[in-house]
């Protein structure tokens, strides 16, 4: 489940930076300095004119989060087993806490979101038939 968390958010970084690149999105310092919640939002916006939504812009910080707590993870003392559901901030207790099945929905909802307002993306996500058959998956 770490590995998902991760992955998710690699995902989300390369996505949005060749976005950028793709559709010649001007890359200066101060927009590759921006967190990747704040490039998906500018970057769509300046490429179609609509910004994606509050609830998509949310996932990828939740993502982003639950990734920061796995790579920077903070030594905490717990226990091990048991009946009672994690607690703390360790990552541990933030994935077991988060589920895959909500982690992989919220990553989804990120791309469908983008599909929704940039015709493009539509476009080539269709047309890239593993991609259509992951959506009628999930």
């Known amino acids: ?13 390369a996505y949005i930076n060749y976005y950028a690149v793709r559709y010649e999105i001007p890359f200066h310092k101060d927009t590759d300095r921006l967190s990747t919640s704040q490039k998906w939002n500018i970057y769509t916006n300046w490429k179609v004119k609509k910004s994606v ?36 901030k360790s990552g541990q207790a933030q994935i077991e806490l988060t589920g ?3 982690l ?12 929704s307002i ?4 539509s476009s080539e996500y269709k047309e890239s038939s593993w991609l259509y058959a992951l ?3 999930s």
């Open 1 to 13: 489940m770490n590995s998902v968390a991760i992955f998710a958010a690699l995902s989300l970084e």
């Open 53 to 88: 939504k509050e609830q998509t812009i949310a996932n990828i910080r939740k993502i982003f989060k639950l990734r920061n707590t796995l790579v920077h993870a903070k030594p905490e003392l717990g226990e091990m087993g048991g009946d009672l559901p994690p607690e703390g």
């Open 100 to 102: 895959l099945g909500e």
């Open 104 to 115: 992989i929905i919220d990553l989804n909802s990120i791309y469908e979101d983008t599909f």
């Open 118 to 121: 940039d015709p493009d993306e």
């Open 135 to 137: 959506r009628k998956i």
